[in-house]
């Protein structure tokens, strides 16, 4: 069974730095994996997705990479903001046929103004 | 822009009660999920619709139904609630399974008393 796991469960940072959110899983045949964001009280927001081809995945200040092979996937976000706190979740299927994401436990992010 | 929509979005229940948790995608997307999340044990899959048509247990299938409705409606039923049943419930759709981002809506945030 694919098991999920984020370290460190909660990162504080000053403003402006750039920093690594850190996701490994069991199974290296993981298929897609998927980054999200989680603010208190709401719903997730799809950040990145990583298809199975794919070895990272970019979209403005964030960039995320998979490598199957050591299990292992990672978040990085350039230049961080008050407005980034939040928690962050990654998610993977574990077949090209599943239907289920297995989910990490999420990082929560505290950057300081 | 609506994307996935739930309703309600807090709700009490009485133990023994029932009531459906109704969500709605308008992207049109082939495949639909009800997850849940609880504190320390992160999101888990109840069920999931692949197709219109079609309905599968996921991880924690005890204790609720699910109707997909048509396309766009996938909804989730408890017929007797019980306190282990507290929790916040989302409603995420893809295009199709582990190839396609999944989005989630906002989320229900259910207390059985």
């Known amino acids: 069974k694919q098991e999920v796991t984020q370290i460190p469960a909660a990162l504080s940072v000053p403003e402006g730095e750039n920093l690594v959110l850190n996701c490994s899983f069991t199974d290296s045949a993981i298929y897609n994996l998927q980054w999200f964001r989680q603010d208190p009280g709401k719903g997730l927001t799809s950040l990145l997705l990583?298809?199975?081809?794919?070895r990272e995945q970019t979209s403005g200040r964030l960039n995320a990479s998979l490598d199957k092979s050591s299990g292992r996937s990672t978040l990085y976000i350039a230049a961080s903001q008050p407005g980034d706190s939040a928690t962050y979740l990654c998610?993977?299927?574990?077949?090209?046929?599943?239907?289920?994401?297995?989910f990490g436990k999420g990082t929560k992010l505290s950057v300081i103004p | 822009n609506a994307g996935v929509t739930q309703t309600p979005k807090f709700q009490v229940l009485k133990t023994g009660q029932s009531m459906t948790l109704q969500c709605a995608q308008d992207m049109n997307h082939n495949s639909m999920y009800w997850y849940r999340q609880d504190p320390g044990m992160g999101l888990r899959l109840i069920y999931y619709?692949?197709?219109?048509?079609?309905?599968d247990k996921g991880e924690v299938p005890n204790g609720y139904n699910v109707s997909r409705l048509n396309k766009r409606e996938f909804s989730l039923r408890l017929e007797s609630a019980a306190p282990s049943q507290t929790s916040v419930y989302f409603c995420?759709?893809?295009?199709?399974?582990?190839?396609?981002?999944?989005?989630f809506g906002q989320g229900t945030r259910l207390t059985v008393v």
């Open positions: 619709s692949a197709s219109e048509g079609t309905t």
């Open positions: 990583i298809q199975s081809s794919q």
């Open positions: 998610a993977g299927y574990s077949g090209a046929g599943s239907y289920q994401l297995t």
């Open positions: 995420a759709s893809s295009a199709q399974g582990a190839a396609t981002e999944a989005f």
